[in-house]
């Protein structure tokens, strides 16, 4: 099976297995790091791993419910996942979590497949092939400039931007962070953003699908992530088309 195949096969499963666990009784808690995990987020990446690492047993892993080990850093290519991304909005009942898998090569994501089970919908990016929702291609346009833009992002970065442009600010509420992406990718957000840090397994397969759906995700800085290093953060990011992205670095870089 090639791996794209493979890929999709992997969080339609897992996504299942996800749905199956929604709304019942399964135990919740608190890890060191202050986020939220339940039985249901070890499940699903034990399904991940199960379907991918063992098919691939010479691809890396990287994911936010498995121990880091850094034999990943020694692999060209790597997996990586977030099995639940927006485990509170799963707690609570609402439905746009979504499990979210990529595989990386040298460094930057290759394949992505981000898929909501409660929808059914199921987003897909193939380096240089394009990104594609249920098998529609997404394709975004330049047309829009600051003013006006729908974006969502932190509280502090949105009120630097709204002094300067008006801007739409859209409320992330319990938005996955995989799913601010795909929703930049499909035209429904003209812009996402952070300046804080997030974890490379949130960033990665939303990362290439708004690439290669014609936009850019990169840092405050203006360069594009690179992935399976020892730190798995970034420390800001914004995703938007190219058009509108240099107008945003160049409003966030400024006090």
Known sequence: MADAELLEAAV???GALAR?????????????DGSPVTE?????????????????????????????????LAHRHVWIVDPIDGTRAFTH?????????????????????IYRPMTDDLYQARRGHGAS???????????????GARILGNASA???????????AVASGSTPLAMRLARVAQGELDAALSTAPKHDWDLAAGDLLVHEAGGTVTGLNGKMFTYNRRETRQADYVASSHA????????????
Do not use: I, M
């Open 12 to 14: 339609r499963e897992a």
């Open 40 to 72: 249901a987020d070890l499940a699903v990446d034990k399904v991940l791993k199960a379907r991918l690492h063992e098919a691939r047993p010479d691809y890396g892993w990287l994911s936010e419910e498995t121990p880091d080990s850094e034999a990943r």
């Open 133 to 147: 929702l249920n098998g529609k291609l997404l394709r975004l346009t330049n047309g829009r400039g600051l003013a």
């Open 93 to 113: 009942g609402g439905d746009e979590w979504c499990v979210v898998a990529a595989l990386l090569t040298d460094g930057r994501p290759v394949l992505a497949a």
């Open 158 to 168: 949105l009120k630097q931007l709204q002094s300067k442009a008006p801007v739409e």
């Open 20 to 32: 199956s666990l929604f709304q019942q009784s399964v135990k919740g808690w608190t890890k060191s």
């Open 244 to 255: 509108l992205h240099a107008a945003l670095l160049e409003q966030l870089a400024t006090s």
